[in-house]
């Protein structure tokens, strides 16, 4: 499966701006989704993933009741939206998919997806 992230940019603080993550090449519907995001020098991290079904949608505790992480199967699509972005949000953010049988699975860590898309950068200011 590929992917094909957009929607980052400049936001003040407080704003928000919404993440899409087109799919492409093989059944969306098959693959549990997650958003992680980098900052230079550290580590890649867990925000948000959602299950096949989307009835499972686990997020970090950095960006619990400010994100919210969906998908649109009939779209191929995944989403994160973001609200009261702060300045420590700024950060490469890249989705990933896991393929599973499973319907409620997902996963937060890096290890258990096999595809990445290319990031889009989000950059908050004060």
């Known amino acids: 499966v590929q992917l094909q992230a957009s929607g980052g940019g400049l936001v003040q603080a407080g704003g928000s701006l919404r993440l899409s993550c087109a799919a492409s090449?093989?059944?969306?519907?098959?693959?549990?989704m997650g958003w992680f995001r980098q900052t230079p020098g550290k580590e890649r991290e867990f925000v948000a993933a959602?299950?096949?079904?989307?009835?499972?949608?686990p997020v970090a505790d950095s960006v619990k009741g400010r994100f919210t992480i969906s998908r649109d199967n009939a779209k191929s699509t995944l989403y994160l939206q973001m609200d009261s972005l702060k300045p420590e949000d700024t950060a490469v953010f890249y989705c990933?998919?896991?393929?599973?049988?499973?319907?409620?699975?997902?996963?937060?860590?890096?290890?258990?997806?096999?595809?990445w898309g290319q990031g889009t950068l989000v950059t908050v200011s004060q």
């Open positions: 990933a998919a896991g393929f599973t049988t499973a319907y409620d699975w997902y996963g937060t860590r890096q290890s258990q997806y096999a595809y």
């Open positions: 090449g093989r059944t969306f519907s098959d693959y549990a």
């Open positions: 959602i299950s096949r079904s989307g009835g499972s949608t």
